[in-house]
């Protein structure tokens, strides 16, 4: 088998060394019934070329967003991503490296995190960032038991309009703790809802802008009540380069920014891997209760600038049954792509992405609500928005496929039994003219 | 030289005068290149991107248009490329050497993975896509799913954990479920092994439960004295792993699996240490009522310097009802997605993380999987038993292996062997690095004095192994001949030093400002 170096004669003179006669002998201490004489009923080894033929069979089968037009979001953007990237991030000594707990040989890997955690920093408006969680949503579920550790209390405000999956996520974690989450009811343009929740008891108010039907929110008027009533603000996003053009969680007084990064470097990959961000104020009551790894400055024993892992007494391998997490094995490659992605970018690049995109759906926007019976919903959005539709938003998603159109997402997906008339679209700058006018014109001749 | 008021050296190009590594004038050294921090480099004019020029129409902002600066650099392509790949030549990795590293199963990533990950079919697809457009991307985690639950003799499975610790998640909210859906809600100490790996108490705690350790006997493995001592009404269940993180067997398990299931609580088994065993045992004939996977550890999914992983969590027939959402189910031809909890068979503890799981770790474990077969899978665990015994074979003339008798796929030594030469696990291990090496697990699992948990795998070499082994016999006996200096002062050959960990937790700077000064002081 061609990952398997070893010939006869090498396990041979192997097993003598060792001074066993077979390689049952060192399977001894498993109980006899559990013992497996002959091969598990799976497939037999097979060559690249066959595994190559079936793999591609199953890929086949579905339909890629650069085949058609394509209007998806909900969560997850598709973004072009330049080839820079790709190639980097398959580069030996980055895809098969180890968490660097040796920084000595590890200085690729930390210090292309201490420069993400920064980059996340900056985009967030935030002081601090760590080096990825597993994804947004995550990310999402742990600032709320972060904000209950912080401020010692149990109770979590949601938004109704934070996506259902950061929610169900966040309720997820918090289900055997002391914390209760309350949710407040999705609307479709406001989160004001959040207000009448907070008081005393509350650890944090969670709210999304962009939130889920895409509508942008000023959390300042939030943030003021919620630290009148000693609450933290969790600012949540899952379209990051919305923050090249839309005002950052830390200008509106958030303390707390968890978001996706998917969009920067990352890839759709049917929904993972992708790489949760997670950035906080410069408080040391904060820094401690952060989960997640963190890369820190420090030096060698030359006076020599270094990157090390630090501040590992919050984490699992340290503190066990105390930690802040249990989170060992985060998101570190699409980490590492989310910086290459950042740094071509730079402001420069980011600004003007955000800035396309946001015009590709205004454009859309128009295009759509030009059909008769079609509402656009949202008075501000950055490049995801809602619509209102005369028909079921399910079947007309269902019938676009079958003519060639990806033409978003139905809210009631995320909203079972509810807002079953809204889709929710998404134009990026992989949107053509004409992918817009292919969708538009399938639209209304479906309406 | 510059220094900040705490007397670093600010700039890497001004440690000339140090006399150690920066020995050039550039910093550079061959092909070792200097570099510095994107902040240090580029500018926030730069961009290494053509976009089209923004039309310029009017904005539906609501008001909100950034004001808040970002003050982001960018770098043209050639600069990035140089960046990113002088950085890289800084990194060990699977590819350049041996990872002897316990519990951690550092085996050659193959580049098919690679190629099937990137097919548009799979890479470019959006979870929220109708299933119609789809069922290639549901048939794989379908497929994965059997594989997974016929390699391990169990009849469910959840798919959706995005790495180990989030398995260890699901199984321990499986059983939480479980318990308090049978009134069992009493039920609350989870006994978890003094061996285990950190993120095993890290998660019982975090699903309501408290832990209470169970020491290891004379031979490394649970001490069952100890541990029928520890049953009880109260108990919730076990995390075990197995083999355990001295490498060893838990000769016992079935008897600790009875007693469990017969005090009324539930065996959760950390799948990390799979390899040693796959093809060959079935944690189903064991008991085990709820395992992780660790797809980038028994699977090949690459570590990429942490993550991203993916922890499948198989399970029994009495948590598999309380699985997360979502799942795909097989219907006729046609695969579907549950994914909300009233459309579930069972009663879901919930969803974990949104979409339906690491997709790109899944085609490249299924890729590993149908490459290696059943009959491939069962020779990974016999080399990879067979690797790690020669190992301690070879070495235990002048190593001390901690526990008499065969390993599994690691062999873990205690530091016995360096007492009185001065030269402590740390250093030997620092050691290894200027040899070529990274070093093996150290310090873990606690059970053992200055452990070294050393775990080859099976993909390598005879030649491969001998030459690590020659190393490690030429250092131990080097220790044991006085030669202190040596490693102590270990690393020299690497890019760095040994760097000062706890001045970074002291000072911690997480971050680059435009200062130049420590971020903030951490009182302690």
């Known amino acids: 088998m061609r990952y398997l170096p070893h010939t006869d004669t090498d396990r041979a003179a192997m097993l003598d060394a060792i001074g066993v006669a077979s390689i049952d002998d060192l399977f001894t201490d498993v109980p006899e019934a559990a013992r497996l004489d002959g091969l598990i009923d799976l497939p037999e080894k097979q060559g690249e070329l066959q595994v190559e033929r079936a793999m591609a069979a199953m890929a086949g089968r579905n339909v890629s967003a650069s085949s058609v037009p394509f209007f998806v979001g909900a969560g997850a953007y598709k973004h072009h991503i330049p080839s820079t990237v790709d190639h980097l991030i398959q580069r030996s000594e980055f895809l098969t490296a180890y968490t660097p707990y040796q920084p000595e040989i590890s200085q690729g890997t930390l210090q292309t995190l201490f420069e993400f955690q920064t980059q996340v920093a900056q985009l967030t408006g935030m002081d601090v960032a760590n080096a990825s969680m597993y994804d947004g949503s995550t990310a999402c579920a742990e600032a709320v038991m972060m904000a209950a550790r912080v401020t010692r209390r149990m109770k979590a405000v949601m938004s109704g309009s934070v996506h259902p999956h950061y929610v169900e996520a966040s309720k997820t974690l918090a289900k055997y703790s002391d914390v209760e989450i309350e949710v407040t009811s999705p609307e479709l343009s406001s989160v004001d809802n959040v207000l009448a929740a907070i008081d005393e008891g509350t650890a944090c108010v969670v709210v999304q802008t962009p939130d889920v039907f895409g509508n942008l929110h000023d959390l300042r008027r939030i943030s003021d009540a919620a630290h009148a009533a000693g609450a933290l603000v969790i600012a949540v996003f899952t379209e990051a380069v919305s923050l090249g053009l839309v005002e950052a969680p830390g200008a509106m007084g958030a303390d707390i920014a968890v978001g996706e990064g998917q969009s920067i470097g990352v890839g759709l990959n049917f929904g993972g891997p992708y790489v949760g961000l997670f950035a906080c104020k410069d408080d040391r009551r904060f820094i401690r209760q952060m989960p997640g790894r963190l890369a820190g400055e420090t030096v060698d024993a030359d006076g020599r600038r270094g990157f090390v892992l630090t501040l590992s007494t919050r984490e699992q391998h340290i503190r066990r049954d105390k930690a802040t997490s249990n989170i060992c094995t985060n998101s570190g490659l699409c980490a590492l792509a989310w910086t290459v992605h950042m740094t071509l970018l730079g402001e420069k690049g980011l600004k003007q992405l955000a800035r396309i995109n946001h015009e590709t759906a205004c454009a859309l926007a128009d295009a759509l609500a030009a059909i008769d019976g079609v509402d656009v919903l949202n008075s501000s959005f950055f490049n995801e928005f809602a619509v209102r539709l005369p028909k079921n938003a399910d079947d007309v998603v269902n019938q676009l496929a079958k003519v060639g159109v990806l033409g978003g997402v139905p809210a009631s997906r995320l909203y079972p039994g509810q807002f079953e008339d809204i889709l929710l679209v998404t134009a990026t700058e992989t949107n053509t003219a004409d992918d817009i006018a292919i969708f538009a014109k399938a639209l209304g001749g479906l309406i | ?524």
Not at chain 2, 132 to 146: K, R, S
Not at chain 2, 263 to 287: M, T
Not at chain 2, 441 to 470: C, Q, W
Not at chain 2, 480 to 492: D, L, S, V, W, Y
């Open chain 2, 1 to 524: 030289m510059p220094m900040n008021t705490q007397g670093r050296p600010t700039r890497m190009a001004d440690n000339i005068a140090t006399g150690g590594y920066a020995e050039t004038t550039s910093g550079s050294k061959g092909l070792d290149q200097a570099e510095a921090l994107i902040y240090e480099r580029g500018t926030v004019e730069q961009t290494g991107v053509d976009l089209p020029e923004p039309s310029g129409r009017a904005t539906r902002l609501g008001g909100l248009e950034r004001q808040s600066e970002l003050d982001m650099p960018g770098l043209s392509e050639p600069e990035t490329m140089r960046h990113y790949v002088r950085l890289s030549r800084k990194n060990y990795a699977i590819d350049l050497g041996l990872y002897p590293l316990g519990s951690c199963t550092m085996k050659h990533n193959p580049r098919l993975n690679e190629k099937m990950a990137r097919l548009p079919g799979f890479a470019d697809v959006h979870p929220m896509q109708p299933a119609a457009t789809v069922q290639g991307a549901y048939q794989v985690i379908g497929e994965l799913a059997h594989w997974l639950m016929t390699l391990t003799g169990m009849p469910g499975v959840a798919m959706s954990p995005k790495a180990g610790a989030h398995g260890e998640f699901c199984g321990m909210m499986a059983i939480r479920a479980k318990l308090d859906a049978d009134g069992q809600t009493h039920r609350r100490r989870v006994l978890v092994p003094e061996s285990a790996h950190g993120t095993n108490p890290a998660t019982a705690v975090q699903c309501g439960f408290t832990v209470d350790e169970i020491p290891a006997d004379e031979t490394g493995r649970v001490d069952m004295e100890a541990f029928k001592a520890k049953l009880g009404d109260d108990v919730a269940g076990i995390m075990l792993t197995n083999p355990n993180t001295c490498g060893l067997f838990e000769r016992d398990i079935r008897e600790i699996a009875d007693l469990i299931h017969e005090s009324g609580g539930y065996f959760y088994c950390d799948g990390a240490n799979f390899n040693a065993i796959v093809g060959r045992v079935r944690p189903g004939d064991l008991g085990v009522d709820a395992m992780h996977i660790n797809l980038h550890k028994t699977f090949s999914t690459p570590h990429g310097g942490g993550g991203p992983g993916s922890g499948p969590t198989v399970l029994s027939d009495a948590l598999a009802d309380f699985a997360p959402v979502p799942y795909v189910v097989q219907r006729g031809d046609d695969w579907e997605l549950v994914e909300h909890e009233a459309d579930a068979q069972g009663d879901p503890f919930g969803r974990m993380a949104a979409f339906h799981g690491q997709m790109g770790m899944f085609t490249r474990a299924l890729t590993y999987m149908m490459s290696h077969g059943s009959d491939g899978l069962r020779q990974v665990a016999e080399d990879a038993v067979l690797n790690a015994n020669y190992i301690q074979a070879r070495l235990k003339h002048v190593m001390t292996p901690a526990f008499d008798g065969v390993c599994m796929h690691e062999a873990l030594f205690d530091d016995r062997f360096l007492k009185d030469t001065g030269v402590t696990t740390l250093d030997f291990a620092k050691a290894m690095i200027d040899e070529g090496y990274h070093p093996m697990t150290m310090y873990f699992p606690l059970v053992v004095h200055g452990a070294m948990l050393i775990e080859p795998t099976e993909t390598e070499s005879k030649g491969g192994l001998d030459r690590f082994i020659e190393t490690l016999e030429a250092l131990a006996l080097a220790a044991n001949a006085g030669q202190t200096e040596r490693f102590q002062a270990a690393p020299i050959h690497a890019p760095t030093k040994r760097l000062d960990e706890t001045r970074a937790a002291r000072q911690p700077v997480l971050r680059w400002t435009a200062s130049n000064e420590p971020e903030m002081e951490a009182a302690e």
